[in-house]
């Protein structure tokens, strides 16, 4: 491996001529935030694109999702949920772009509400602990997916179903394969990421093609754009129907990740914020064009409601297209599912570096270390060790699994509140703004995208079943409690002593007489 890396301790130190002259545009402005360059800027546009791409997921997202939509308002929710969501969700990206233009650098959300709200640090603490689990709960769960769909190739070709902890061990290969891949580094995540986006659009005309091609039945138009499905127990039309728009937020969170690379990428003031705005328009067509394909070639809802393989999508695939082309058609999907769990651990990663940074996080030293391949490799494994200790929760009780990451989508819709709550309460927040800027439109695509948000975190913690029972009852709200009251307990312990805010690793920037 070589000697490891250790840049972290510089604070105060003055940067010579020879270190200015090769600093490009973006390492400038990482010097004028106060932090000296360490990583290598080795992402062009489309690793940088590819990386939001991964964390969104569309087709393996969506896959993962639909049955919470197309058991709650069916296609007509779907299909107008996914619209109406991918619109707002794409404000929100307008809203994050703007501010990442001004900031282009790690931490994301958490260096975002530090930098525009620096005498409330317990604001930018709770932000930085609170997403930075929401990317590791996000890992995990994309980890047990793919495990769920080999699970569901497995039933689909030989008939065999695989037991808890099967699913669990392949869980934890996943787990430990996705630090592996982390632990290379940026270059081959940036190849990752690339290759991802034209996986994404590959498998997107394989999949519809497939579907329309070999569906027995194609569905009317009638029944994509107006057919209503309840199999909530609920009696409220239209409250199942927003129960439905789930589905889609859970798809399209993962935007913002393209600004955890910010320090990888060449321009990044620029690149970074076209990835997260392009990432969720990309996204929101994709999408469009998977999930017609799927609604019109659904053979039966209430078989895929019914179903025994692991991932429901799989009895929609059998059911339309048999079992040899449900095969290609889970693999593409699966393929996906990896990539998207591998980014989900390279941004946790660099959220313990940034945390540690700052002073937010212990082990200070340990965590901004870095090995050859540039990679922050303390954050990689510790996202490994957390996701294989969470994933044994799937052994035992599948309601408390998929508590713990149905915390995660909320946590990440809190993590986005703080950001945009400041900005729409104190617009003067940025004071030198990037070359991305939305002018006058600034104030009101926040405002949407504060009551959008405010809206989504009511909506993820209602019960979604009735009558309300032990089994079926949302935990979720008890998840996310029970993580607050973690991070709460932390900045008494640690956090209200040891983090002030951003701590500049460079004070001066002049050049060195």
């Not at 003055?14 to 490009?24: D, L, N």
């Not at 808890?164 to 982390?182: K, Q």
């Not at 809190?414 to 070359?435: E, H, K």
Request: with cysteine; proline share 4%.
């Amino acid at each position: 491996m070589g000697e490891p890396k250790s840049p972290s301790f510089n604070e105060g130190k003055v940067i010579t001529k020879e270190e200015v002259y090769k600093v490009t545009i973006s390492d400038q402005r990482l010097l004028d935030l106060g932090y000296r360059p360490e990583f290598r800027r080795e992402m062009s546009l489309f690793g940088v694109l590819g990386i939001s791409f991964c964390a969104i997921g569309i087709l393996n997202g969506m896959s993962s999702a639909l049955q919470t939509g197309l058991f709650s308002g069916g296609p007509l929710g779907l299909f107008w949920g996914w619209n109406i969501c991918s619109f707002f969700m794409l404000l929100i990206a307008f809203s994050f772009a703007e501010i990442c233009s001004a900031y282009p650098t790690m931490g994301g959300l958490y260096f975002w509400v530090c930098k525009m709200k620096p005498d409330v640090p317990i604001l930018g603490f709770f932000t930085g602990w609170l997403y930075c689990m929401a990317m590791v709960f996000t890992g995990v769960s994309t980890n047990l997916s793919t495990a769920l769909y080999l699970s569901s190739m497995a039933e689909v070709g030989q008939g065999r179903s695989l037991t808890r902890l099967e699913i669990t061990t392949i869980a934890w290969a996943v787990n430990i394969f996705s630090g592996i891949i982390n632990t290379i580094g940026t270059k081959a995540i940036g190849h990752m990421s690339t290759l991802f986006v034209w996986w994404t659009l590959g498998g997107t005309v394989i999949l519809v093609t497939t579907l329309l091609v070999r569906a027995p039945m194609m569905n009317s138009a009638d029944f994509v754009f107006t057919n209503v499905q309840n199999f909530t127990g609920w009696q409220s039309r239209g409250f199942v129907v927003l129960l439905g728009f789930l589905q889609a937020v859970y798809t399209l969170e993962g935007c913002e990740t393209a600004a955890q690379v910010a320090e990888e990428a060449v321009r990044a003031e620029i690149l970074a914020p076209l990835a997260v705005v392009g990432s969720v328009a990309g996204s929101w067509l994709i999408g469009l064009a998977y999930l017609l394909a799927l609604l019109f070639a659904v053979q039966d809802i209430a078989s895929v409601q019914a179903t025994t393989f692991a991932i429901p999508i799989a009895q929609l695939f059998y059911d339309a297209v048999g079992p040899r082309l449900s095969q290609m058609c889970l693999t593409v999907i699966m393929v996906s599912q990896l990539m998207a769990a591998i980014t989900n651990f390279t941004a946790s990663s660099r959220l313990f570096y940034a945390l540690a940074r700052d002073n937010a996080f212990p082990f200070k030293k340990q965590f901004m270390t870095l090995n050859r391949f540039q990679a922050p490799y303390w954050g990689v494994w510790t996202s490994v060790l957390i996701g294989c200790i969470i994933s044994c929760a799937y052994i035992g009780s599948t309601i408390a699994f998929n508590a713990i990451l149905s915390s995660a989508a909320i946590s990440v819709m809190l993590s986005y509140l703080q950001p945009i709550i400041i900005r729409v309460f104190w617009p003067n927040s940025i004071q030198v703004f990037g070359p991305f800027r939305l002018g006058k439109w600034s104030w009101p695509v926040n405002f949407a995208s504060f009551l959008f948000t405010i809206f989504v975190c009511i909506l993820f913690i209602l019960p979604t079943a009735y009558p309300v029972d032990i089994l079926n009852m949302n935990y979720s709200v008890v998840a996310v409690g029970g993580l607050l009251v973690v991070i709460t307990i932390n900045w008494f312990w640690w956090g209200k002593h040891g983090f002030k805010g951003l701590v500049k690793t460079v004070t001066d920037t002049r050049v060195k007489g």
